[in-house]
């Protein structure tokens, strides 16, 4: 039997910007995507800690560095510049894979989604 599992947590971003003039996704400093172990063009879920919002989108990678972390297209109007928000990706694994897996779970420093040094 495969399981749906939590793989990947980034928790606490806060959007830089929403750009509704773009067709789909969400823009990632690839450090963020590196350290996390996301892939490009990988579907996540989007939680937005301040109004509740849940949407599912796929990553893009942004300028390194930049701490950049934007909705695109029609998301854009799910969040507004400041938000906190939390990035979920999932996996398929065997339930026994399951059992023993430990997720990646990174907390950027707030306000600024950069990793803590």
């Known amino acids: 039997m495969l399981v749906n599992m939590m793989r990947a947590k980034l928790h606490r971003l806060t ?3 929403a750009n509704l003039n773009y067709i789909g996704s969400i823009t990632l400093d690839p450090l ?3 350290a996390a172990g996301l892939l490009d063009g990988e579907r996540v879920q989007i ?3 301040n109004n509740g919002e849940r ?3 796929y990553i893009i990678t942004g300028e390194r560095g930049s701490g950049e972390v934007c909705l695109n297209g029609p998301a854009a109007r799910r969040v507004q510049v400041g938000d906190v928000i939390i990035v979920i990706a999932y996996g398929m694994m065997e339930l026994e894979e ?3 897996f430990k997720p990646t779970i990174l907390f950027p420093e707030e306000g600024t989604n ?3 040094a």
């Open 32 to 34: 963020l995507i590196e």
């Open 114 to 116: 950069r990793l803590p």
């Open 98 to 100: 399951a059992r023993s």
């Open 47 to 49: 939680v937005n800690v």
């Open 15 to 17: 959007i830089t910007e």
């Open 55 to 57: 949407l599912e989108t």
